[in-house]
């Protein structure tokens, strides 16, 4: 029996495709009800239409989806929960963000309060599981982010010259600042090396951004918000898919870069080391570190063999993330 879902999030256009829109989708194609909260800009009218739609549909629903983030976004879900639970509704926060565990520490009360009373507590990476079970909890399950692996298509790259793509919203927690001096370094020792920034401003971070770049000369290319299939297509000009995050859980947009055959350089933060086994399907290095990203791309660029392995096997790996495949693990959680 296909059940009705409420989905709390920031479903908010102005932003790049979310969880609450990706997820939110598949479960209508699969015959789910969907209702939604909350696509208000003002964060306090966002909360109220969160609060409203539980009580709204508190009579029409079977469970309620509740991304749950690590930043100011914690106490949407604390709120909701709470009003979940005296509303006698099942919830299921879906936990997003590295720093989570951090909240487990930091805001120990808030954090039982919302996760001990969860009907169950979904981790996209078995990182947050693994923290999650470290602070005691015991209702977490692993369902890993998912793709429609049909929608990229896989394609083996030559590596004659340097092309950067990193892909993302523009937030200092996402270091894009790194990026632009990774380039520019590989720039100073006489390599053809170019940077294309794909993603939203989130806190101020673009212009930032954009003012370094311009201040050392470096050649980054701006796309703003791009949708997905545009960014698919825009991949085809590049080779190297860096992420310079500083927190991480396990970002659909590297397992997207994994699917479309781009060799992976990223920190080994969070959820990453879960993700990637370093040297096999990509590579992990230090975090905030130019030198350590520059022997890494360089280490790709010199080795095409090792690369096209890397790539393949990647590939590989996230080819377990399909939808058709994912999709096999919400039905038996939503459908008891």
Wanted: proline fraction near 4%; aromatic fraction near 14%; charge should be positive.
């Amino acid at each position: 029996m296909k059940r009705n879902l409420l989905y709390i999030g920031n479903k908010l256009k102005h932003k790049n495709s979310s969880s609450i829109d990706l997820l939110g989708k598949q479960f209508e194609n699969e015959g789910y009800s969907l209702f939604y909260a909350s696509s208000k800009t003002f964060k306090l009218w966002r909360l109220i239409d969160m609060l409203w739609a539980c009580l709204y549909y508190r009579n029409s629903i079977h469970y309620v989806l509740l991304d749950t983030y690590s930043t100011q976004n914690f106490y949407y879900a604390f709120f909701v929960s709470q009003l979940c639970r005296l509303l006698k509704l099942k919830y299921i926060p879906i936990l997003h963000g590295g720093n989570l565990p951090d909240r487990l520490r930091n805001n120990s009360r808030l954090s039982k309060l919302i996760f001990n009373y969860a009907y169950k507590n979904i981790a996209p990476s078995k990182y947050l599981k693994h923290s999650f079970e470290n602070f005691g909890y015991d209702n977490i399950v692993h369902i890993p982010n998912t793709i429609e692996i049909k929608n990229y298509p896989y394609k083996e790259k030559k590596i004659e010259t340097i092309r950067l793509l990193w892909v993302r919203s523009f937030s200092k927690i996402y270091n894009p600042k790194l990026a632009v001096r990774v380039l520019k370094t590989l720039i100073d020792e006489g390599y053809d090396a170019l940077l294309c920034m794909v993603g939203p401003d989130s806190d101020g971070s673009l212009k930032e951004v954009k003012d370094l770049a311009s201040n050392i000369n470096a050649p980054v290319k701006f796309t703003g918000k791009l949708s997905k299939e545009e960014w698919v297509s825009l991949s085809k000009d590049y080779n190297i898919f860096i992420n310079t995050t500083n927190f991480d859980n396990m970002p659909v947009s590297v397992i997207e870069a994994m699917a479309l055959g781009l060799p992976v350089v990223s920190t080994n933060v969070g959820g990453m080391p879960f993700l990637i086994n370093n040297g096999v399907d990509g590579l992990l290095v230090e975090p905030n570190s130019e030198e350590a990203f520059v022997n890494a791309i360089k280490t790709i660029f010199k080795s095409s063999t090792k690369t096209a392995e890397i790539a393949y096997k990647a590939r590989k790996k996230v080819e377990q993330f399909d939808w058709n495949v994912v999709k096999k693990q919400w039905f038996l959680l939503l459908n008891n």
